[in-house]
């Protein structure tokens, strides 16, 4: 089996202003970094309304279609903006999870990385925000539990900034695990050790603005790798935000590329022991564009590793 990689160029239509941190720029570093690697290039679909009230109710979706602008750029927040052809890049974006959860599940690939933008893990039910529009990850887990019918999914995030909306939507579903490490205290104020879910289903590992790799592997090592493999999920979804890199502009701690490539070993390990090695990973943060380009490389070596 192989290593798919799900992208479109609809993706690079979302435009935000000069100087803005998620710039065009992150995703054409991306798939530069990723164009010699042997991977199975598939197109990511647009998300229906349908799909996307997986986790977002009717009417927020309307609102976020009805807000782009057919000219110029529009701020949601003080963080989020839109312009022409933000709302197809957002539905590539849930699009794009989908696809890859259909295709991990089909054995058309064993793993899947999902190279769009906007990001997804910081919107919430009914509220966009850290320019995020949609919940690309949930929606992953959703369309995996209820149109495949797994029994249980498990969610790890390893951005930077907690994932606030992944959280906030799947709070209340006992068959999903979030796990996600933070720098903590940081924007958006979220992700505190006390977090725990509806269900007991939510693990934080809050990490000291500072700290680096050696701090990260005891939490992972010592809490969320054995928690996993406690939950035995069916399909791991990996929120793949690069920007606890130490040259990220947006934070302050201290990953390297090897931190990256250390974490994703690990993820591959658990789910070939226990769930065929199915893996679906989507892009989130990473700020400086170089560095970005070459922890997203050695997160995709890491899968291309694994699915072998």
């Not at 991977?39 to 782009?68: N, T």
């Not at 320019?131 to 797994?150: P, Q, S, T, Y």
């Not at 700290?211 to 929120?239: C, H, K, N, W």
Request: hydrophobic fraction near 40%.
């Amino acid at each position: 089996m192989t290593t798919a990689l799900i992208t479109h160029a609809d993706c690079l239509e979302h435009v935000t202003p000069e100087g803005h941190p998620e710039q065009v720029a992150r995703l054409e570093h991306v798939l530069h970094a990723l164009a010699p690697l042997d991977l199975l290039r598939l197109s990511a679909p647009p998300a229906s309304d349908e799909d996307l009230a997986r986790v977002h109710p009717a009417a927020y979706i309307a609102r976020i279609a009805g807000a782009e602008p057919t000219e110029g750029e529009i701020a949601l927040d003080g963080d989020t903006w839109m312009s022409p052809g933000s709302m197809m890049a957002a539905r590539r974006g849930a699009g794009a999870a989908m696809r890859a959860v259909d295709a991990v599940m089909s054995r058309e690939a064993r793993n899947v990385f999902c190279a769009t933008r906007p990001p997804g893990h910081h919107a919430e039910r009914e509220t966009p925000m850290g320019f995020c529009l949609f919940g690309n990850a949930a929606l992953a887990a959703k369309h995996a539990l209820d149109h495949h019918g797994l029994e249980r999914v498990a969610v790890v995030d390893f951005d930077v900034h907690h994932g606030n909306g992944t959280q906030d939507l799947l709070w209340d579903e006992p068959r999903a695990l979030f796990i996600s490490s933070q720098q903590y205290p940081l924007w958006p104020g979220t992700g505190a050790a006390t977090e725990r879910g509806g269900h007991d289903n939510v693990l934080n590992l809050p990490l000291a603005p500072g700290s680096g790799g050696t701090e990260m592997y005891r939490a992972y090592t010592e809490q969320a790798l054995p928690r996993l493999r406690e939950f035995r999920p069916d399909l791991i979804v990996i929120s793949a935000g690069f920007d606890a890199h130490h040259e990220d502009p947006l934070a302050q701690l201290n990953w390297k590329d090897q931190d990256f490539a250390w974490l994703t070993r690990e993820l591959c390990r658990i789910a070939t022991d226990q769930c065929e090695g199915r893996v679906v990973s989507v892009l989130e943060g990473g700020y400086d564009l170089a560095a970005l380009a070459g922890s997203a490389r050695a997160h995709v070596e890491e899968l291309i590793e694994a699915g072998k």
